[in-house]
């Protein structure tokens, strides 16, 4: 019988059969690369110093909270770039729920080449399991309604891919990857131009001109500026920014599908499903990547 996959478990699939370097504009041998020469300076002087060059070892990774994981498949990039005789057995994958005490994988080998590549494994795990648990929660709150979570560019720089992917891995999406891949006008932009209207035209003419087939977005700061954008037309979707509920509900009818929404601005765990309820089809979280305590991992020797 061919299995049903509910919308959260087919984005985590998803998710699993990306390529992150393609999609994130991230070189993740480049990331490792320099991450280790960051740690290692000119060598792991104690593992040098303590133990054998010919010294084998195997270590399992254990999770120590509750949530749900992500990094798996960084952390065999980063064990093979460490030494390609490292022999990495996963028995958790990327985006499933873990609890305490679970294994999530086992590598067996150069007992130096483990220990150089530990820290770099839990650092970007605990970081992307944690990106991912508080995502997952997210968006357990928005269940039953038609809102997708989705993220920010307030990403550590050139952690952004990781980032992203995290969120992917929690059963959320992305928003756009960089300043490349989408005109999104906020409130500056607004100012700048000389006004909402003055904005979307330039943004429509640069688009022409250039032949770039980009979504626009722009932010309303309030109901008379929804007024004014739905009265210009020419955009994607319409970014309500710092809106109170009451006012969400009256500018997605306003708009009335004819633009995608998207509530945005101190949308926490206590306030998103009351926003969902209201319609947006978007809800964007700065916190998904900013403010996320990591999940406790830790790599145990065996």
């Known amino acids: 019988m061919k299995r049903s996959f509910s919308n959260l478990e087919l984005r985590q699939e998803m998710s699993k059969n990306l390529n992150p370097e393609k999609l994130y504009n991230f070189n993740i041998h480049q990331f490792i690369e320099q991450a280790l020469a960051e740690d290692m300076g000119d060598g792991d ?19 120590k909270e509750n949530g749900v994981l992500a990094g798996v498949e960084l952390a065999i990039k980063i064990f093979q770039q460490v030494d390609r005789s490292l ?7 990327d985006g499933k729920p873990v609890k305490i005490g679970d294994i999530v994988l086992t590598v ?13 494994v839990l650092n970007c795990m605990q970081r992307m399991s944690g990106i991912a ?3 997952n929660k997210l968006v357990q709150l928005c269940k039953g309604t038609t809102t997708k979570v989705i993220d920010t560019r307030k990403t550590t720089p050139n952690l952004r891919g990781l ?14 990857i960089g300043l490349y891949d989408m005109i999104l006008i906020k409130d500056n932009h607004i100012d700048y131009a ?9 943004a429509n003419r640069y688009l022409k001109t250039k032949n770039k087939k980009l979504k626009i977005e722009i932010e309303a700061r309030n109901l008379g500026e929804v007024k004014q954008i739905l009265s210009i037309g020419n955009v994607d979707r319409i970014m309500l920014d710092n809106f109170t509920i009451s006012d969400i509900k009256k500018a997605v009818k306003l708009i009335n599908g004819k633009y995608q929404t998207e509530a945005s601005g101190g949308i926490t765990e206590r306030s998103i499903r009351s926003y969902a309820k209201c319609g947006v089809d978007f809800i964007s979280v700065g916190a998904l990547t900013h403010s996320i305590k990591s999940l406790d991992l830790s790599l145990k020797a065996v």
């Open 108 to 120: 067996e080998g150069k007992a130096q080449s483990i220990l150089l590549a530990e820290r770099l």
């Open 163 to 176: 980032e992203k992917w995290s969120v992917l891995l929690g059963g959320g999406a992305n928003h756009r």
């Open 87 to 93: 022999k990495v057995k996963i028995l958790i994958v």
């Open 133 to 135: 648990t508080h995502t």
């Open 45 to 63: 002087h104690t593992s040098l110093a303590c133990i054998p060059s010919a010294a084998k070892g195997k270590a399992q990774l254990l999770v």
């Open 194 to 202: 000389g006004g909402i209207k003055q904005a979307i035209e330039a």
